[in-house]
């Protein structure tokens, strides 16, 4: 007998989690999506991996590498499908905490046959994007295998996989309850009226994940944080590889004839109302509605680390919310209703992170087996607190 998983967002969490299941021959799979597949802040995402970079811990490297080899594959099977672009990386060091990061990361990248260096010469950091201030940095790792994906791309590609495995996938519609009986989570409702019942349900929505455990009453712990994008088009003609960029406070990636640069999300302040809150994210425009303070902000970044953007001027902006948790890390697995599960809080980790956890919480789901990352991500180290 089939077990029944219904899967609620249809970004790149839950597209990646159903085509999981749908390896699975005992699995039935249906993703519910109240717009397109791959739309929401799946499609804002920058969609960087980087092979080493501050946005999760050299704990985690393996995470990162199965994610990156993960969209390799799709682009090997067919070129574009998961919108690479290949431009390289430079990490820049501020400090020796810094430099002993990213040269852990650079050892882990060499020996899963990537190349890596960390670079001291600021004549060659310059040499590889001559618009930066090395001034203030003591070094940067830099590699030229990676650059940054699609998310939208990436999440039609696991949707096509899982419906070619027999999954189901209902866009258009939304979810408006989740139903349960004796605290645990039985069915679901939509705005169609049609009531469907399931063995276990997970909830893949992102910033949305607050909105959809209340209709259990269950107090999902995440906070939005602002994803602000601002588009820039540089002064100068860009005859240059411009490599994703990356300092502890923004990064900054080549958009067409753009310079795309956002406020990095561990750099957040979840107590800070400016950074930080609980907001619906279906009240976000589609464009616009970012903040002076951001942009501000990162003028001042670029004036003091990448002068040859001061003079670019403020071709389009949008704002979206990432869904963080107090230690920035994604919520997985089990909840205190039974059958209802999370994979959300990635915060901006989301494509980077899906690939292994969706791995996981799929065997989980199907064979009842935990890994180190349905332990280590698991709800209860938040509830208990």
């Not at 001291?120 to 940067?140: F, Y």
């Not at 408006?176 to 469907?196: C, L, P, Q, R, Y």
């Not at 900054?252 to 999300?265: D, E, P, Q, T, V």
């Not at 953007?309 to 697995?333: C, H, K, M, N």
Request: aromatic content about 10%; proline content about 3%; overall charge negative.
């Amino acid at each position: 007998m089939k077990k029944k998983i219904g899967i609620i967002g249809g970004g790149i969490s839950g597209t990646a989690l159903g085509y999981n299941l749908s390896l699975y021959d005992d699995a039935d799979v249906t993703i519910y999506e109240k717009d397109r597949i791959g739309c929401g802040t799946t499609s804002k995402s920058a969609g960087t991996v980087c092979l080493f970079d501050d946005s999760l811990n050299n704990r985690y490297w393996d995470v990162r590498l199965y994610g990156f080899e993960t969209y390799m594959k799709m682009e090997r099977e067919e070129k574009g499908s998961a919108g690479f672009d290949k431009t390289g990386t430079l990490v820049c060091a501020l400090s020796e905490k810094d430099e002993r990061r990213i040269k852990t990361g650079i050892a882990l990248a060499r020996a899963a046959g990537y190349t890596g260096e960390y670079i001291t010469d600021k004549e060659r950091i310059k040499a590889i994007l001559p618009m930066l201030n090395t001034d203030a940095i003591i070094g940067a790792g830099y590699t030229k295998d990676d650059g940054y994906f699609d998310g939208t791309m990436i999440s039609n590609n696991f949707a096509a996989k899982m419906t070619a495995n027999g999954g189901k996938i209902i866009t258009g519609v939304r979810v408006t309850a989740i139903n349960a009986e004796g605290g645990t989570a039985k069915s679901v409702t939509t705005d169609a009226g049609d009531t469907e019942a399931y063995d276990v349900i997970v909830d893949c929505t992102g910033p949305w994940s607050r909105f959809t455990g209340a209709m259990l009453d269950l107090d999902v712990p995440i906070w939005h944080t602002k994803a602000e994008a601002f588009f820039l088009a540089p002064a100068e003609n860009l005859d240059y590889i411009f490599p994703v960029l990356k300092f502890p406070a923004f990064y900054a990636l080549r958009a067409g004839n753009n310079i795309f640069i956002c406020k990095s999300h561990l750099s957040m302040d979840l107590d800070n109302p400016m950074h930080a809150g609980q907001w619906d994210p279906d009240k976000l425009p589609e464009r616009g509605g970012t903040d002076d303070y951001f942009i501000e902000f990162l003028y001042e970044q670029m004036e003091k680390d990448v002068p040859g953007l001061v003079d670019a001027g403020l071709s389009s902006s949008w704002l979206s919310y990432r869904a963080e948790t107090r230690d920035f890390l994604p919520i997985i697995g089990e909840t205190p209703i039974k059958n209802y599960l999370l994979a959300t809080g990635y915060g901006g980790n989301g494509v980077i992170e899906a690939p292994a956890v969706s791995r996981d919480l799929a065997k989980y789901i199907m064979r009842g087996e935990s890994t180190l990352l349905i332990e280590e991500w698991a709800f209860s180290r938040l509830w208990k607190k």
